[in-house]
């Protein structure tokens, strides 16, 4: 039964139906468009990132992982501007018609996403088309007017912050592309145990969008973005947005067991780290006099913000070593081109 | 020059940001997100229609008419719910880096649309993935708090109007691939002049969503939507979500000088009229009392609205043909799996 294929756009919008509850203007997805009535004295913060099979995800990981990651991506985008989630649409495309067990798994992720992240569906389209699996969501949430946290605001001499740990990502994705294969290489290479890896794969398939850090950031980042394409790369395009540069000292920046398990073994490693995408932590530029009483508050929240260097007033970003010696990377992050 | 391939997405971006003039939320895509302040009392009406290229529009078609549909088909949407637009954000899935010729010409077409439709762009993500061509658009409306005009409340006894033409389209895209692989068999099989021709595909390739018409069905109607799978098909979902039936007339329904020089060679060809996609026209539902006021102030408009029927205490859509008969459908129009 749960094996058959949905045979029709009308059965999937019957099991999308569900996750409208609680939004009135969705209108369990009987109608062509939704409403959404705005908070008096707030602006909405809006933000699509897609998500497909091949790029951000691979088609046999689990439907209810890829549904989690395909909303975390984008509250992750609206954590780091400040921002509440209030409602997302969804824009599915299909090569094949999903099974009724898939679709089931796959709206069961998007439940607990949604519960977790505290918003509803209110909206979206299905249809079939060539291609990978592809997941278009455009997230809706809000701020008090005017209080939107932005990318291009960094000043000089303001502390250079991120949350959670870095490059977990990366490393993830090779050690789930050999597992998906049978394979131990890396796991073996780098000594690492199940548990390590585990929690690297948790990092890549369930992101956690640092929406506990939203209000805090708002109160007090003077400019703020998501680290989805490598901790360098955005960091760059942070400073050339905001017309500064930054200095970062690698050894400030904050790494799992697992990432400091790999770098026991591999210490070139760290680059790769501080570049490979898919992070998904809050990347904020704090003034100095403000710093240590927003890291004090941050340390309350289950991840903290770590202090990694300071923004300046030149160009480019700088990353120093252990040793004080200046680190290069030969490419500074993912480009989606 | 213009034959080169974009190599960033920095690069389409930055060809893309002046599309944003005018929307301060926008910050010229140079943040992670978009704000927009709602106007206090309005309700936000929302929509996500993605067009693939083999489904909604062929790769080789004219860039700028890829544009204009990809935001006409959303702003189709808005128009039935009654709503103006304010603005949208545009996800882009590329096979291959698309050249800087192409994107120019797509972003000519998409200001050209900007304008005629009043809105601009506001956010978005572009990135590259095998598969077809895909432009996901989120349009966003506004709508004087309470007022969005829904699917599911038609009412036994209202009038069944539609605006502009039915079943263009459908002959359009016969003649469109035909004309792609420099035949003319349909063309020459239905008579018709090149005027025709070029009227039928202009239809297919720069849908005009009815704008001019959602303050009348605000005021007026009491259930509304686009027609994009087949009047039939849509009319049995409003009839579905609303708990009533349909009975229309055929020759009721408003067609095109060049559909009727269809019509005149294949009198059989009006079932294909009635469930090709493709219309982007309106479907409204008005109470009886106000049909006649409706029909006259819509007269006023570009297209106008015509009534084709009355909504019924009983399930189904049934159409009586010229002769009187009940139409018999193969297929009421276009499912999407």
Known sequence: MTQQTLTSEADLIELLAPLTAGAAGAFGLTDDCAYLSPRPGYDLVLKTDPVRAGVHFFSDDPPDAIAWKALAVNMSDLAAKGAEPLAYLMAMSFPEPPTRAWAVKFIEGL???????????????????????????????????????????????????????????????????????????????????????????????????????????????????????????????????????????????????????????????????????????????VPRASAASFEGKAAGTRTGMHRIGTFVDRKGVAATGTDGAVLRFDCSGWDHF
Chains 1, 2 share one sequence.
């Not at 249809?127 to 605001?153: E, F, W």
């Not at 991120?162 to 073996?188: F, N």
């Open 111 to 285: 439940r607990d996403a949604q519960r977790a992240f505290n918003c509803h569906l209110i909206g979206g389209d299905t249809d079939r088309s060539p291609g990978p699996l592809s997941i278009s969501i455009t997230a809706i949430g809000d701020v008090p007017a005017g209080t939107m946290v932005r990318r291009a605001t960094a000043r000089a001499g303001d502390a250079i912050f991120v949350s959670g740990t870095i490059g977990d990502s990366g490393l993830a994705l090779r050690l789930h592309k050999e597992a998906r294969e049978g394979r131990r290489t890396s796991q073996e290479q780098w000594k690492l145990s199940d548990e390590h890896v585990n929690h690297l794969i948790a990092r890549y398939l369930r992101p956690q969008p640092r929406l506990e850090l939203a209000a805090l950031v708002r109160a007090h980042a003077s400019a703020s973005m998501d680290l989805s394409d490598g901790l360098i790369k955005d960091l760059e395009r942070m400073c050339k947005a905001s017309g500064v540069g930054a200095d970062i000292r690698a050894d400030a920046v904050p790494l799992s067991a697992a990432a400091r398990a790999v770098l026991a073994v591999d210490p070139h490693a760290l680059p790769t780290f501080l570049t490979a995408g898919d992070d998904y932590e809050i990347l904020a530029a």
